[in-house]
């Protein structure tokens, strides 16, 4: 038995976090086989009533949730990973909806209109915008490029795998961005960095190029899109 059940669909994108947050805490999770099914249920069929992945199970309890946010703050709470003071838990709580948002952001709300070459141009600055948010953020409290994390605690937390997950992957999957990001936000990029190459972070990594394909983001005519405009069809 595992320690955890992830509903999430084949893809790195939304559900990556909550992976990440699992293997940095060294928890194992398996990948239930029935997302769409799951998902489609009625509500009053569902382990707990949600829209969208990812929903995540604790299996010793049985306790179900939703909202990728709520997820990472659950995991927070219970594996130790969340700051003590209320300012500081909130403030997670915040990086966690702001990377939810740029991953929105950068799917078009998950597919609901695909990039063009000018599209793509036209939301560049506020993709700067969002990496010197993190940037900002970081600076705020003393994070460096070689040592230090996004809120100035001694330890990775939420918030800092979460930043790891968002600008790793996407660095990893889009070059432009990488690159973006390493002008824009180099202290963020240098964290995303160490992080994703702590022996947990790297193996999930590697795992998930394996089983997702080196170049998947997020699934779909939407993945298929920002390949397309982002790398050029690379
Ligand atoms: N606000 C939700 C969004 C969930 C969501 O949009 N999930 C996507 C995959 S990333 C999905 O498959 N949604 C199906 C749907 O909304 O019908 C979260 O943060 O977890």
């Known amino acids: ?37 799951l998902t489609c249920a009625q509500p009053d069929q569902q382990p707990i009533p949600f829209m969208g992945p990812p929903m995540l199970i604790e299996d010793a309890t049985g306790f179900a949730i939703a909202e990728m946010p709520a997820i990472a703050f659950y995991l927070g709470e219970t594996l130790g990973l969340l700051p003590e003071s209320p300012e500081d838990r909130a403030l997670t709580l915040k990086m966690v909806c702001d990377a939810n ?65 968002l600008w790793s992957i996407l660095g990893d999957k ?12 180099p202290r963020t990029a240098a964290l995303a960095h160490r992080l994703w190459k702590t022996p947990a972070l790297a193996k999930l990594a590697e795992l998930s190029d394996k089983k997702y ?8 005519q939407i993945g298929a899109s920002l390949n397309e405009v982002v790398n050029g069809g690379n």
């Open 1 to 37: 038995m595992s320690d955890y059940t992830l509903c999430y669909w084949p893809v790195p994108f939304r559900g990556q976090f909550i992976r990440a947050i699992l293997a940095h805490a060294g928890k194992s999770w398996t990948e239930t086989d029935t997302v769409a099914d």
């Open 174 to 185: 889009f070059p432009s961005i990488g690159k973006q990001l390493g002008t824009e936000a």
């Open 101 to 165: 948002d740029v991953i929105d952001e950068i799917t078009l709300q998950g597919g609901r209109e695909m990039w063009t070459e000018g599209t793509w141009k036209e939301f560049l600055p506020r993709l700067a915008r969002w990496m010197r948010i993190w940037e900002i953020t970081g600076e705020r409290h003393g994070l460096e490029e070689k040592s230090g994390f996004l809120f100035g605690h001694k330890k990775a937390g939420i918030a800092d795998i979460v930043t790891a997950t």
């Open 213 to 220: 394909g080196q170049d998947t983001y997020a699934g779909g």
